[in-house]
């Protein structure tokens, strides 16, 4: 029998659809090709008499839609390294880092990633090895190179845009060499020389990128870290902005009510990368507190980073409050830093902290961010037609998000990775 006829039914002790229907307990997914073909309990799916189908039974756990990161950079390692030391490396090197990171991602259940940046063609040549298959890792979607400004950051990428005609010209450029998405530096970040609390480029330059995308049926992102380009991006019409930080040009986060109501009223996805805020340096440096005291430097960077995770996780509510529930994804940022791959579930853990019911959080997980990105009709839920996505995780995740990181197998499209 061919893949494309080839038949499996997945039993569960629960399936969670990803809707908000109730779980379906001793459930199962029946996958045809690579499609999903029913959902639903299991005695409901069973094969017909003389029916030629794999059963696979892995009824201890819990069936969900795969998981969806909508922020990486897959050529960067995550090592600890800087922007600046990570850019000396080769795109040989960055290819090859992509390769690792896709396979670590795909394991923890991550089978659709959104690659928000890398430099020359080196995301797209990492698409094209999936494609082919010479590569096993998550569906991907490539920006190709981020448009920035002179000196801008990642301009190590090289795509350089300064004016709107020059960032229309860009945009075509990517859409021509297979841009999935476009991404555009609206503030400073961490590459050196820029200044993260301020915004990199006007309304009307932010508005030529958002037009020309929208022209071409592409969707935009824009690093949102400064709260004035939060306010252009949105006056611009992008799509998702990132990282939602509020920074004042002075620094420091003050969140403004009337940006959260203004991003409410355009319908805007947000990915506040709550991660990237410093918490593998948290988590990493509570392990070592409680085994031993930490040095007066390492206590002080701990309370330096908890206190900047603390004020964004209020910002965090605070956007939920103004209504903006059902518009936050995921997205690890994974590469920069010490952001490794494999951990989409901190990002999870922090918005379970950050005022998410763990259903919610499992929906910023797979249904919306499958929305967010333009893909709602195939992927983000368990239904009938829809690619056969799944991760089997251990527990419960509609009461414990702590499930989403208990991962113990992964199917995409159909096919169960190893």
């Known amino acids: 029998m061919s893949a494309s006829a080839s038949k499996t039914i997945v039993y569960a002790r629960l399936v969670v659809d990803g809707t908000g229907r109730p779980p379906i307990e001793n459930g199962a997914v029946r996958i045809e090709g690579t499609k999903i073909a029913a959902v639903g309990p299991a005695a409901a799916l069973a094969p017909a008499p003389g029916e030629v189908v794999t059963e696979i039974d892995l009824r201890p756990h819990t069936v969900i839609p795969g998981l969806i990161d909508v922020h990486t950079h897959l050529g960067l390692a995550g090592d600890g390294r800087g922007y600046e030391d990570m850019a000396l490396d080769s795109d040989e090197m960055m290819v090859l880092a992509g390769v690792m990171n896709l396979q670590k991602h795909l394991r923890a259940g991550v089978t659709t990633v959104r690659d928000n940046g890398e430099r020359n063609r080196v995301g797209f040549a990492l698409r094209e090895g999936i494609e082919r298959g010479y590569v096993v890792g998550p569906r991907l979607l490539a920006c190709g190179r981020p448009i920035t400004c002179t000196g801008g950051h990642f301009h190590w990428c090289n795509e350089v845009a300064d004016g709107a005609d020059e960032i229309r010209r860009s945009v075509r450029r990517l859409v021509h060499e297979g841009a999935d998405h476009i991404k555009i530096m609206a503030s400073g970040g961490g590459t050196r020389g820029t200044v993260p609390g301020r915004p990199s480029y006007s309304v009307e330059e932010l508005h030529a990128a958002s037009h020309e995308a929208h022209t071409l049926g592409r969707l935009t992102v824009a690093h949102c870290r400064a709260k004035e380009s939060m306010v252009r991006a949105v006056h611009a019409g992008l799509d998702l902005i990132e990282h939602a930080e509020f920074l004042d040009p002075d620094g420091v986060m003050r969140y403004d009510p009337k940006i959260a109501e203004m991003m409410q009223e355009a319908g805007v996805y947000v990915s506040p990368t709550l991660q990237a805020f410093g918490y593998p340096t948290i988590l990493r440096l509570r392990r070592k507190r409680d085994r031993v005291d930490l040095t007066p430097a390492e206590a002080d960077l701990l309370a330096r980073c908890e206190a900047r995770l603390e004020t964004h996780l209020d910002h965090f509510r605070r956007m939920l409050d103004a209504g903006l529930r059902e518009r936050m994804v995921t997205g690890s ?86």
């Open 333 to 418: 940022d994974s590469g920069c830093g010490e952001l490794a791959f494999g951990h989409l579930d901190y990002d999870i853990q922090l918005f379970a902290q950050g005022g998410l019911t763990p259903t919610e959080t499992l929906h910023a997980a797979t249904r919306v961010a499958a929305e967010a990105i333009g893909l709602g009709d195939t992927l983000g839920t368990l239904a009938p037609g829809k690619e056969a996505d799944l991760a089997i995780v251990d527990g419960d995740p509609t009461r414990d998000v702590g499930a989403l990181s208990r991962v113990v197998a992964v199917f995409k499209a159909g096919q169960r990775v190893d």
